[in-house]
């Protein structure tokens, strides 16, 4: 288990090196949307079902700073080794593909944590969000971290350039995470906009996280956790057979 | 008891790339345990898609390669080899003592801190541990990459053109500490552009062009094949053929 803990760690060290872009820039970013929309909107909206709307937002909020900093972390980390080489110290050590994986998942899995828990102390502090659901909570963070950070190490290890990483942020994450109801219930839109809502599988993620945070879910918890599941797993074994096969890795 | 095995046996290796390039074509290769071997070729022969192949940095087209007796792909195989890349290709957030600390750890060291220490102290880096890879002086960065590889105390270790670009201060420093390495048993494959530096260290010479073993043997042995007095003729000799 030596070098999978060594990887771990080399990991992790990086997101602590680098803490101002890896924690603290995306929790600042975060604590802003929950004072700027939470506070300000806050006024107009007054409550989504029975929910304040500042303490509304905070579950989603999270959900949104954690999937994207373990996508970035993982994306950025692969893709710096290939670019510089230094991946190769790796892949020629005396060490399984699982545990490459493993290690370079930790990576993105430990700097969204640092992230999601610092925003709910701060989230508590400042709007007092309860957390009604720990297990419920822990479960749904736990896969829908897999499902970014394996996806970070897919798309960091299919990418030539570092805009092709920023590109499927940008452009795929981002914009399914803001329309994911992150600041809204899918309930309030008319149709076809609330079924569509259903196809994006971050929807389910944020309300996940949502009914473990306030015990509220515009869907079965079941249902929610079965898509996030259904989603990781594949891309797990995908970012696995990436490494064991050495595909894109390996000319 | 791994003596007993070549340290290094290539059979039928060879790779093509996904454009079509052949780098390497049926070559067969034994390196001997112990040896100080030389594989010498112009840019392009396939020297560095061996040393990939061999250090599992590539997916081989056909063909088996063995370290001491292992399939180059097991993990013990693996744990044998050391390799020095042409390219600087260092950690760049991590520090001197970090990327051997770490290198260790990927190589299932379990006490990897006194043999960093060595190491930094050998390579003349002890005022550097402390200092990131990309705010080190090429040469430095040279010998940060060359105790990386020994780092895990390998048996064959490849040393990928490692004095291309050094002084010549650095580059007999670096023969010292090889040489050294080389007498206390340890497999050495070289490559290198330098003919001199080959002639003077290697037991043996392979001479290699467009994928394909053109000859082998000691420095003398090329020379009277090549019907010629010196080495570097017999190289220009052997990549006109």
Known sequence: MTPLVWLCKRETLRVSKLWTQTVLAPVVSSMLFILVFGLSLGGRIKQVGDVDYEVFIVPGLITMAMAQAAFANNASTIFQARFDRYVNDVLSAPMRSWQMTLGYTVGGVVRALAIGVSLLVLAFVVVGVPVEHPFALAAAMGLGLVLFASLGLVVGIYAETWDHTSFIQNIVILPLTFVGGVFYSVDVLPSPWEELSHFNPVFYLVNAVRYGFLGESDVSIWLSLGVIAALAVPVYAWSEWLFSTGRRLKD | ?241
């Open chain 2, 1 to 241: 008891m791994y003596r007993d095995h070549p340290a290094l046996a290539l059979r039928g290796l060879t790779k093509r790339y996904a454009d079509g390039t052949l780098a390497l074509e049926e070559f067969d290769l034994e390196i001997p345990a112990g040896a100080f071997f030389g594989l010498l070729g112009p840019n392009g022969a396939g020297k560095t898609t061996l040393i990939s192949a061999v250090c599992n940095l590539l997916r081989i087209t056909e063909g088996e390669i063995s370290v001491f007796g292992e399939p180059h792909d097991s993990l013990q195989a693996r744990s044998w080899i050391g390799l020095a890349e042409q390219d600087i290709n260092l950690d760049r957030f991590l520090t001197v003592r970090e990327t051997l600390l770490y290198h260790g750890g990927y190589w299932g060291m379990r006490e990897p801190e006194n043999r960093a220490h060595e190491l930094i102290d050998a390579f003349g880096l002890t005022h550097k541990r402390d200092t990131r890879a990309p705010r080190l002086s090429g040469g430095q960065r040279r010998r940060l990459l060359l105790a990386r590889a020994l780092m895990h105390r390998p048996r064959l270790v490849i040393l990928d053109e490692p004095t291309a670009g050094v002084d010549f201060e650095l580059r007999q420093e670096l023969w010292r500490y090889i040489r050294q390495l080389h007498a206390e048993g340890t497999t050495i494959l070289l490559t290198t552009h330098y003919l001199e530096e080959a002639e003077q260290l290697c037991d043996e010479i392979a001479l290699i062009r467009d994928g394909h073993l053109i000859a082998r043997d000691n420095s003398e042995g090329l020379r009277e094949h090549f019907g010629v007095g010196r080495l570097q003729d017999a190289y220009v000799k052997a990549m006109a053929l």
